[in-house]
């Protein structure tokens, strides 16, 4: 059992940056690939990034290429999501995810394949 909570959202200028954090609890979080997830109002829940269990790989959405940043931090349970250059378009509830596969696939863009899930932070950008 993993318990996942969210934080650092907030309102923020275009062109600003955010950090959100997501800890973990249990002490399987190792094991799990982890993934944050946007749903914008309206819209369906949508792959943002995914790192692997131990860092090693990271993937994401074309749209946040080289303005977001996965990593994690498996001694403190957290894994983060850097926000920078963000945009109207940015806006979003942003949620983190644990996924584990027994296949051993490393990343999933289907929400649905994702065993647990934080409440998610809000993040609005502002024009």
């Known amino acids: 059992q993993v318990q996942l909570v969210e934080s650092g959202g907030g309102l923020v200028l275009a062109g600003g940056s955010l950090r959100l954090s997501c800890a973990a609890s249990?002490?399987?979080?190792?094991?799990?690939?982890m993934g944050w997830f946007r749903q914008a109002p309206g819209k369906e829940r949508e792959f943002v990034a995914g790192?692997?269990?131990?860092?090693?790989?990271?993937l994401y959405t074309d749209s946040v290429k080289g303005r977001f940043t996965i990593s994690r931090d498996n001694a403190k349970n957290t894994v983060y999501l850097q926000l920078n250059s963000l945009n109207s378009e940015d806006t979003a509830v942003y949620y983190c995810?644990?996924?584990?596969?027994?296949?051993?696939?490393?990343?999933?863009?289907?929400?649905?394949?994702?065993?647990?899930w934080g409440q998610g932070t809000q993040v609005t950008v502002s024009s």
């Open positions: 249990g002490r399987t979080f190792s094991w799990y690939n």
């Open positions: 995810a644990a996924f584990w596969n027994a296949a051993g696939r490393q990343f999933s863009g289907n929400a649905a394949e994702y065993n647990y």
């Open positions: 790192i692997t269990t131990n860092g090693g790989r990271t």
